[in-house]
């Protein structure tokens, strides 16, 4: 059974009331059966718009938008992921979590990998500890990230751990141990080992950094395993969670080395990647932490340039507020800890931070002439995957355009040309807006709200007859492939419940907006459900018609065959007709 398992978390849910966590941190008082108001946690207010269902087991803020159930509030105010809420809430409430009622193979890994930090702390003194305090490291700094050494003879561990009763074959799938020709040995030897940690502060690897210059890779990697996919995990994350859920910014270094110096330095909200530069799971793990400014501080050679490239081009990076951060003379930021103003100067290089849109010009700019045609066509090719965006509202776009105006003395309408022209040899036709079943802004919003209204309704009626009457929606609306509707029916096609289809929705974005719904309905169901449905169900139809017509109007005004523009207004009468005909269902 998975760890999440739909069974445990209903369990908790059943034996812990929702008002009963969230009163441990918001007075609340009775505002009607079975609901709950106060003032709101997240944002601050005078007059409450914060309330707590029981019956729905949701929390919502109309103020700020905040909801979920009691696992999505537990993250949020105490700045947890969902793992680490369900163990708590498991530990307080009783219910025993299948990972930690066997001892499968994830468990042995765990306790593999525990006793290689234990016998490599206990080989510091000596080499390794001259080492980092060489560096400049603290005895704090050490001990916060436990840090360790690695012998140089070939089976030290090994012995270890074999006189621990643990097999050189579960030791190599922990990656401590490596094999050659049906022969173990110890991976890491004459190395300062750095253990890498999941998010619930397990142990999961080790990077382990050489001692002698003649040893490589200077740094060496335990492989990827069960427990430990680099990419989805950034290091230094569990020390770091508090600062940077506090200061809602996060630092990004390269190297494991740069995350503990800025550490000791003052700069608790450091973190670094596993890889050559953030990863869209590992962007994840800062916008959990709420994070909304994200300094990149890669190094300031060509690769670490590319590194913050691709950083700044993932889709979730664009909801941060990004700066690229560099130091004077290419320093990492861990040779500042050896400096005695090291502090002062990673403060200086903060508040000297390019914004993204400077960085961008700066990076595509470098070594143009950009006194020439060909120059400036340079950059705006460099420039143009980012000027290219769905969003009419893009403040990146539209600083860009502001920077290529006074750098390159271009007017508006030659960028706007420029990039038009450029776009639409490079876009594939499947991209274009009506390709995606996209529509104007407007309609987007309006089958929203009507989506919402319908699922809400589908909220009302009881857990027995909820897959049956999600079942009857959908029979009578055909929700076309991308909507809110149609990816909720898959959801519930999977054998989800009610509370689980929240999550879901939390996770993919429209949880706010379906927090708002939920709470806004009434608990019971309506005395005439099915008529109610069918009239919120034929408002739902006429805008997947409006939509439709949309897309055929668009494919009118492209037609030149005569055929064709016959079909297309054919189908148009039909459209309209349809149209008239849900119109006449819900004004009766």
Known sequence: MDFDSAQAVEQIRSRLPIAELVGRYVALK???????????????????????????????????????DLFAFLQKIEGLE????????????????????????????????????????????????????????????????????????????????????????????????????GRFFDRFRNRVTFPILDSLGRIVAFTARALAPEDTPKYLNSPETGLFKKSLLLYG???????????????????????????????????????????????HLLKRLEVRELYLSFDADEAGRKATLQSLDLEIVKGFLVHSVGLESGKDPGDLLLLPDG??????????????????FQVAARGVNLQTPQGKQQVLDALLPRLVSPDPLDKVVSALKQVLMSRLNLEPRAIDDYIRSRASRRAPASHSPS?????????????????????????????????????????????????????????????????????????????????????KRPEEAPQDLERTLQTSMARLREVYYEMRLDKLKAQLRAASDLEEIRALTKDIQEVLQAIEAERRVYRT
């Not at 944002?43 to 938008?65: I, M, N, R, W």
């Not at 502090?343 to 961008?360: D, G, H, I, K, S």
Request: charged letters at 25%; one cysteine or more; aromatic letters at 10%.
């Open 30 to 68: 009775p505002a009607g059966k079975g609901r709950y108001k106060g003032l709101c946690p997240f944002h601050q207010e005078k007059t409450p718009s914060f309330q707590v269902d029981e019956a729905k087991g949701l929390f919502y803020c109309f103020g700020c938008k905040a909801g979920g």
């Open 82 to 181: 969902f793992r680490e809420a369900l163990l708590r809430l498991a530990r307080e409430t009783g219910v025993e979590l299948p990972e930690f009622g066997s001892q499968g193979k994830k468990r042995e890994l765990y306790e593999v990998l525990n006793l290689a930090q234990d016998y490599f702390r206990s080989h510091l003194p000596g080499a390794g500890l001259e080492y980092l305090k060489g560096r400049g490291l603290s005895e704090e700094s050490i001990e916060k990230f436990g840090l360790g050494y690695a012998p140089a003879g070939w089976d030290g561990l090994l012995r270890y751990l074999q006189n621990k009763g643990v097999s050189p074959e579960e030791a190599s799938r922990a990656g401590v141990l490596a094999e050659r020709d």
């Open 237 to 283: 994350y569990p020390q770091a969670r508090q600062a940077i859920r506090e200061k809602a910014r996060a630092i990004v270094v390269e190297g494991l080395f740069d995350a503990i110096a800025l550490h000791q330095l003052g700069f608790a909200e450091t973190v670094a990647v596993l890889g050559s530069s953030l990863s869209s799971e590992q962007a």
């Open 343 to 360: 502090a002062q100067r990673y403060t200086l290089a903060l508040q000297n931070a390019l914004p993204e849109v400077e960085f961008r």
């Open 435 to 519: 390709a995606l079943g996209l529509s104007r802004p407007d309609l987007s919003e309006k089958r929203l709200l009507r989506e919402l209204d319908v699922i809400s309704l589908l909220y009302s009626v009881p857990d027995a007859e909820f897959v049956s009457w999600c079942q009857y929606v959908e029979d009578h609306t055909w929700p076309p492939e991308g909507s809110l509707l149609s990816d909720f029916m898959a959801v519930v096609k999977n054998g989800q419940n009610k509370a689980r289809v929240i999550r879901h929705f939390q996770e993919r974005g429209e949880g706010d907006r379906l927090f708002d719904a939920l709470m």
